[in-house]
């Protein structure tokens, strides 16, 4: 396979996801994408799994809907001269751990904001997490068939709130019942809006020159006032600066209708020109470069797969350099062991086939029966393993109770290798015997509630348990650990890695702990070892 094939591959991908708080249109967006990019077939499916979402007390409905969205996990398609990957993030009740960690095997997100409603706090959330990574971020902001929120306060919203300068690059002519179309600011034409092409895509009339006097015609005295607004929008706002976006300082800003297909060209065609290809990639012993001809990718989400008899689990990889081809031999890092992958998945949006060729940026599934885990690192036989795909402190807590005390070594078993796919996570307080399972997301203690008893034929139940956040604890100073570890033990727990935790009844009790202890470090994430 030679090295150009691949540095020509890499470069016609896109690996984006799309950040959003629920409701903002993000299932809507997703679909017209595909729509865009041709893969129209599974419109229909994106919104099926939205259907399902409400019904998470039925075990097999949740299994359905796990089971698609494996499928969509990944939706992979063509535009223009190049292939998108995008990543779905996980939003509304399965929203978890895996929705963070998305994130971290992508090189660009999309934020979607609702006009009406500005920035929420889900959106705020997994800012943070992009900023980890300083990802680039384009902004759409959605539903302005609707009326909403000035824009130039929108902007200043997303300004102050998420600490990212905006550059508009479409601008709005009205809203609401007035939504005339879009001004692309910098190849100076009107996409003028029709809302009967929702469901299409129809271009929509599109006018070149805001001096144009097909638009004096068209947008009557509107177009007196668009003239003033743009010249001031031009004049007081961020100009777009492309390195400043991939450096994740600026945000290209868009708008639109995504319901009505409307916006999402101009974002679509400046998405795949301006948004990073497969970016190089940190690991323990160098940087890995994406056009490296030999292989390396990293693990950062496994998922059950549909059927609940069989614990197969499907891996979702990020290739990170070189081509994957079926069949290959891959060196597990961790475990040193030379693996033969003959049947990976590929996510070709119109349907799941199985992979011939993949290349960096691609995400591909491998069939997992227990021995892969989240962080792993897969070569052509080097020693590395890639950075920056860690575990998040998880927002909520619960108690195992077991119902059958009888169970317990059964109910073990069923926690730590549930919690090996990374959506919950396990904490054995040092005081106590304990079992508290944490999670980012409320459905992640229902699934392995039902999943323990499917599986693992333990009944368990989860009750509420007085602690608010946790953070692993780092200090290079032994001494001072020894005397952390007797004076905080009743704040102690050992995660499923056997590392030290601390965790947290109260936001405050949080803060006097780092106040107290300044030499110890409380870290909100934690990287696989
Ligand atoms: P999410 O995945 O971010 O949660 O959002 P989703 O796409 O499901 O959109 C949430 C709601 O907002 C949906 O309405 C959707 O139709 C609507 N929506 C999305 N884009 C636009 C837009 O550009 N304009 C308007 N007016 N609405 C938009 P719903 O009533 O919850 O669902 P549905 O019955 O329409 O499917």
């Known amino acids: 396979m030679s090295e150009l094939l691949v540095q020509e591959e890499a470069k016609k991908r896109r690996t984006f996801a799309i950040i959003s708080h629920p409701d903002a249109g993000k299932t809507t967006m997703t679909e017209k994408l595909l729509l865009f990019g041709g893969a129209i077939q599974l419109a229909g499916s994106v ?280 069949g290959m031999k891959l060196r597990q890092v961790r475990t040193a062991k030379d693996v033969k992958i003959p049947d990976a998945l590929t996510f070709m949006a119109s349907d799941r086939g199985h992979v011939d060729d993949a290349f960096p940026g691609d995400i591909i599934g491998i069939h997992n029966h227990g021995t892969i885990r989240i962080g792993d690192t897969f070569t052509q036989g080097e020693e590395l393993y890639f950075t920056g795909i860690p575990n998040f402190a998880p927002e909520l807590f619960r108690r195992a109770q077991l119902r059958d005390p009888l169970k317990m070594k059964q109910l073990q078993k069923g926690l730590s290798q549930l919690c090996e796919e990374g959506a919950t996570q396990l904490f054995k307080p040092v005081s106590n015997n304990d079992l508290v399972l944490g999670a980012v997301g409320i459905l992640q203690f229902e699934v392995v509630a039902q999943r323990l008893k499917d599986e693992y034929n333990v009944d368990c139940s989860f009750e509420a348990v007085n602690v608010q956040t946790a953070r692993w604890i780092s200090c290079d100073d032994e001494k001072m650990l020894n005397q952390f570890k007797t004076k905080a033990a009743s704040n102690l727990s050992y995660d499923h890695a056997n590392e030290l935790v601390y965790i947290a009844p109260s936001r405050v009790n949080l803060q006097m702990a780092i106040e107290r202890w300044p030499d110890i470090q409380f870290l909100s994430t934690r990287e696989h070892g």
Not at 278 to 286: D, F, G, K, S, V
Not at 295 to 314: L, W, Y
Request: glycine share 6%; net charge negative.
């Open 47 to 326: 919104k099926g799994r939205k259907a399902a979402r409400h019904a998470t007390s039925d075990w097999m409905a949740m299994e359905k809907e796990r089971g698609i969205s494996v499928t969509s996990s990944v939706m992979q398609f063509p535009y223009k001269d190049h292939i998108v990957n995008l990543l779905d993030t996980p939003g509304h009740e399965d929203f978890s751990e895996d929705t963070y960690r998305t994130l971290t095997a992508v090189d660009s997100a999309l934020m979607v904001i609702d006009v009406a409603k500005g920035v929420e706090a889900r959106t705020i959330k997994l800012m943070e997490v992009c900023r980890l990574r300083d990802t680039p971020i384009m902004t759409f902001i959605n539903k302005l068939d609707r009326e909403g929120r000035d824009p130039i306060d929108l902007m200043d919203e997303v300004e102050d709130v998420l600490k990212i300068r905006c550059a508009p690059i479409t601008w709005p002519i009205g809203m609401g019942k007035s939504l005339k179309g879009v001004y692309h600011l910098y190849n100076d034409s009107v996409h003028l809006f029709d809302a009967r092409h929702a469901g299409k895509v129809l271009e929509g009339e599109v006018i070149e020159g805001l001096d144009n006097p097909r638009l004096d015609e068209l947008l009557g005295d509107q177009i007196a006032d668009l003239r003033e607004e743009i010249e001031l929008v031009q004049g007081a706002s961020n100009s777009f600066d492309k390195e400043a976006y991939l450096r994740g300082e600026l945000t290209p800003v868009f708008f639109g209708s995504a319901v009505n297909n409307f916006g999402i060209a101009e974002l679509l065609n400046d998405f795949v020109e301006y948004a990073p290809g497969p970016q190089a990639r940190a690991t323990t012993t160098r940087e890995v470069a994406a056009d490296e001809p030999k292989f390396t990718g990293f693990v950062f989400k496994i998922q059950a797969n549909m059927d609940p008899q069989h614990r197969d689990r499907i891996a979702f990889m990020r290739i990170c350099s070189g081509v994957f081809k079926k």
